[in-house]
């Protein structure tokens, strides 16, 4: 399988391909700080997700934790642009939808390394 195939990859680039729509039409104060802000956290994610799939077992904790981190902060920063009205109550709802899911497979699979450790 290639790492570009894995579910929580493929949601996460389904959930930057979301937010990169969403950009487009956060007002233009916004759209350069916060906008770019959530952007490279999205971008962060991808990331760290790419690094530990590459890795074996307890390899990949650092990684699946910096990716935790990344997540968690994308949270209070999706949540801060719904209440500066940057981002509309859908939008926010589709977005913390996606964010959530990740969050639980993220969770998930930190737990299947953990109980492989034993």
């Known amino acids: 399988m290639n790492d570009l195939d894995i579910p929580i990859f493929k949601k996460s680039y389904d959930l930057y391909k979301d937010f990169y729509i969403c950009l487009k039409s956060f007002p233009r104060q916004d759209r350069y700080a916060l906008g770019h802000k959530c952007e490279s956290l ?3 994610l991808l990331e760290s997700l790419l690094s530990a799939s590459g890795l074996s077992g307890s390899e990949k904790v ?3 934790d910096k990716a935790s981190s990344k ?3 994308l949270r ?3 949540r801060l642009a719904k209440d500066i009205k940057a981002l509309d109550n859908k ?5 913390q939808t996606s964010i959530d899911e990740i969050g639980r497979m993220l969770g998930g699979w ?3 390394i953990v109980v492989k450790l034993g």
């Open 71 to 73: 997540l968690n902060l």
């Open 76 to 78: 209070v920063h999706i």
């Open 91 to 95: 939008k926010y709802t589709e977005i």
């Open 62 to 64: 650092p990684h699946l």
């Open 110 to 112: 930190k737990k299947s």
């Open 42 to 44: 999205i971008s962060e």
